[in-house]
């Protein structure tokens, strides 16, 4: 699996919070990983698993433990500020206030999100040419949102927020993007949509993906490779082949076999809808 | 009728130069969510400065400039705390304000005030130059030329990349640092910007006054607070050219109510900034109030 063709590599990538105090947590534990370019990977873990905290550090939130690495595009990132990191990476966070800037018109976000990764400079922010590019941008969503560029952000639903998220995300073309379980907080039905356009655009753009979910399903259904986290750790790695006819409750099977511990997170079971899946047991 | 246009007049132009301070104190407090309290300590440093420049020969022009400079400067070291040392935006505004009360001391070679009064000011070149020989008219002109230009400035700077870059710190720093902004070097643009332009304003307002005295900041940002807020009650302004204005506008009607209330003895000039400070008070509470007999009101916390 390793390789110098990965886009991202983690070497020994450890997260220590609240040292040497009773509350000690070990978010990461010593991970190693490496991600090809065009992989679309699906992150399932409990609660406190690390999911969220491995999305962090990547993202430059966090630097990781001394020791540990993070390369990407060949290009050692770790001790660089998060606004450094973001020129490689796009992220959509679990909540769409944080992806998006409320009182601020559609362009005005949009114009920010442009500039990823280049130097802001004393140039007008929007311009004709600029808007032309949004609204071939905001097209593919289907919400309308281009005929409504001036628009304040916080006039908009979670759902149409979520979608203009995903799209400054990706304007700039990062090389990596981090979906931190970013439907989590819409209803079914737009959850749905937002999900259908990160697969459209991932799949367009040829993005490198990692999309955290609480949802075994959909981390069977979309990407090409699924990790699964516990305590830190990665403790499975399936690729396409591997997890090509994979049920929930195989699933559920391989965790318990990799962790030692019999599967016990309700919130996993019942966001499956899967009626062999077993009821929570306590160890 | 002579009263009514001296006071008019007199809340024109001040309502002008102290436009400044307010507008630094929208930068902050507004823009960047950061609130600053440095200004009690930058805006007597910028009369300090010009003064001692002044009464030294230097050309009033220049003076004028470095105490904009001197600004720019503390409104740096505070952001630097508050951005490279993490110590909080409020703490750090009241760290250099302690810190600028001995500095601005120093700068003024140790005296209280320094009188300008039989120095050239700008206000005596502009004054020569236009051949106007009336104060009041001349500080009205001079400032009005002086606000355009600024307000154009700023106007511009904001709808940049950077200046969409420094408004979206103040709403949402982690998206901002998420797309790649800078928020530490957006934050300490912003807070300089803010404290040059308040310096501008004491250099300004000693020269037209007569003189810099070391306790002329006293209050300063709860007028400037005062400004924005009427500014943003009266005119409800949407979008940047609207908001700028909207500010300057705010401190003229302020300034005017102070002149009334002045004049007609309402208050007492000793009573001035408890009543500003009331004021605000009232301001702040209002929609608080409002939101809370109606049933409106909801705890941060669970807003979504």
Redesign the interface.
Known sequence: MSGNNSLLQLRSVSKVFARATVDMVMALDNINLDVHAEDFITIIGSNGAGKTSLLNVIAGVYPPERGGKIIINGSDITNLSEHRHAQYIGRVYQDPHIGTAAKMSIEENLSLALMRGQSRGLGIATNKQRREQFRLGLIPLGLGLEDRLTTPVGTLSGGQRQALALVMATLSKPSLLLLDEHIATLDPNTARIVLELSEAIVKQEKMTTMMVTHNMELALRYGNRLIMMHKGRIIVDLDHKQRKNLTVQNLVTAFERASGELFADDSILLSTANPNARPPDKQ | MDVLVNLLSAAFYEGLAYGLVAIGVYLTFRVLAFPDLTVDGSYPLGGAVAAILIVNGVNPWLATVAALGAGLCAGLATSLLNTKLRITALLAGILMMAALYPINLMVMGGQANIGLLREITVFDQVSQFLGIDDKVTLSIIFMVILAIIILLILN??L???????L??TG??E??????????DMTTILGVSISNGLVALAGALLAQRGGGADVGMGIGMIVMGLASVIIGEAIFRPRGVTAILLAVVGGTFIYRLFIGVALRFHLVSASNLKLITAVLVIIALAIPYIQKKLRHEWVPPAAR?
């Not at chain 2, 709808?159 to 870059?165: P, S, W, Y």
């Not at chain 2, 982690?174 to 928020?183: F, P, S």
Request: proline content about 0%.
């Open positions: 511009w700077f709808r940049t990349e950077i200046g969409l870059a408004r979206a709403e949402n982690q998206m901002v640092r998420g797309l790649g902004g800078n928020t979504m």
